[in-house]
């Protein structure tokens, strides 16, 4: 028991921690009126799911991840299902139907699923047995990350669904598979969205591909003037919190663009989080956060290059490229390099689904590292 103890990557549990609490602070900030003394709902609620999620931290870490060399694919299964049902029976919100409502509670079965795609291209691209050379095997590995990804659009939640195609290239290159086809493919993904980009700068009228709300997200990323009071509405006002920030902020709970409602409250705590946080420590408390951030990616790393076997490998790359595009582009978006995806700040933002999902994750990276060679 000692010896598994002193083998925990206690920095990491540091990192996350630290992260936990900061998120606590800025979701209170985030719904923080003019001399409230009180604590609002969703640090109440996001105290519950830190529990939850520190609870599901505990068993992933405690949990031989070389087991799911036998279940991944019974997981991989039940996700499709569950993605299939929340098209049909699952809560309509705005138009989406991304989540069900179980006991009251919204439950987005999306941010599993990035999970499952992890584990089974890792259990599968780990076994000794499959040749990652082998030209069919690249082409199943993009089927397999191909049906999760086509319905999670349908929800639609493009912006989930992106997060796999890094996670989908990393581990196939950890895997060993040949640079030829990823840079390959590399190539086409980057024509086909120069040619996207063009076609809605030029025809956006005529693009059958997007919904409306996903054209007008990528037209206002190219223009923000085209529509300052609506569509472009949350860009503008996250950009200029960031940059009213300064080097070292307005100060906690001083925040104009947040307190007086410019930066709206109902995105605030989740997509927007960091513009709050930007605004109210400057460029400082930001690069606090970015080195959190940095040193929990590393720890990932860490646990893959120590890992005792290819599974283990594959499957803290996975997590690590995972956590790592979550932050790049949601801190991306905040500050106007890219379009408003809709993806949350890892550990930070508010909501249940995702910190459950991102303890579990960073839990089996514990995992990984518990069982590392020495």
């Known amino acids: 028991m000692i010896d598994r103890i002193r083998r925990v990557d206690w920095i990491a549990v540091g990192t996350i921690m630290l992260l936990v609490v900061l998120s606590f602070l800025f979701i209170y900030s985030a719904g923080y009126r003019n001399n409230d003394q ?16 520190l609870g599901c931290y505990t068993a992933a870490a405690t949990f031989d991840y070389r087991k799911l060399r036998s279940i991944h694919w019974w997981i991989y299964s039940a996700t499709l299902v569950l993605l299939l049902l929340v098209l049909f029976i699952g809560t309509s919100v705005y138009g ?22 992890i584990f089974t291209l890792a259990g599968w691209l780990g076994d000794p047995s499959t040749d990652v050379e082998e030209l069919p095997v690249f082409f199943k590995a993009f089927v397999l990350t191909g049906i999760p990804f086509l319905l999670v659009v349908l929800e639609p939640d493009l912006g989930t669904a992106i997060v796999l195609i890094p996670v989908l290239f990393i581990l196939l290159f950890c895997a060993g598979c040949s640079l030829r086809p990823l840079l390959t493919f590399v190539g086409i993904g980057v024509a086909a969205l120069l040619v996207l980009i063009v076609w809605l700068r030029f025809f956006p009228d005529t693009c059958p591909f997007l919904s409306e709300y996903q054209k007008n997200r990528i037209l206002v990323y190219l223009n923000v003037t085209k529509d300052p009071l609506g569509a472009g509405w949350n860009k503008l006002q996250s950009q200029i919190a960031v940059g009213s920030g300064g080097l070292f902020g307005k100060g906690y709970l001083k925040g104009t663009q947040n307190i007086l409602g410019f930066l709206p409250r109902t995105v605030a705590p989740t997509d927007f989080i960091y513009s709050v946080v930007a605004e109210e420590t400057g460029f400082a408390g930001s690069l606090v956060l970015l080195a959190l951030y940095t040193t929990l990616i590393m720890r990932c790393m860490r646990a893959a290059v120590r890992a005792r076997d290819r599974l283990g490998r594959l499957l803290a790359a996975g997590i690590s490229v995972l956590i790592f595009t979550h932050v790049f582009v949601n801190i991306a978006m905040t500050v106007g390099l890219m379009p408003i995806t809709g993806l949350p700040l890892p550990l930070m933002s508010y909501g249940g689904s995702f910190m459950v999902s991102t303890m579990i994750a960073l839990g089996l990276v514990q995992s990984v590292y518990l069982r590392r060679r020495i």
């Open 96 to 117: 989406a139907h991304r989540w069900f409502s179980i006991g009251g509670i919204m439950v987005q079965p999306s941010e599993f699923g990035k999970l499952a795609v």
């Open 38 to 53: 009180g604590i609002n709902g969703m640090v109440i609620r996001q105290a519950v799911w830190v529990l939850i999620g």
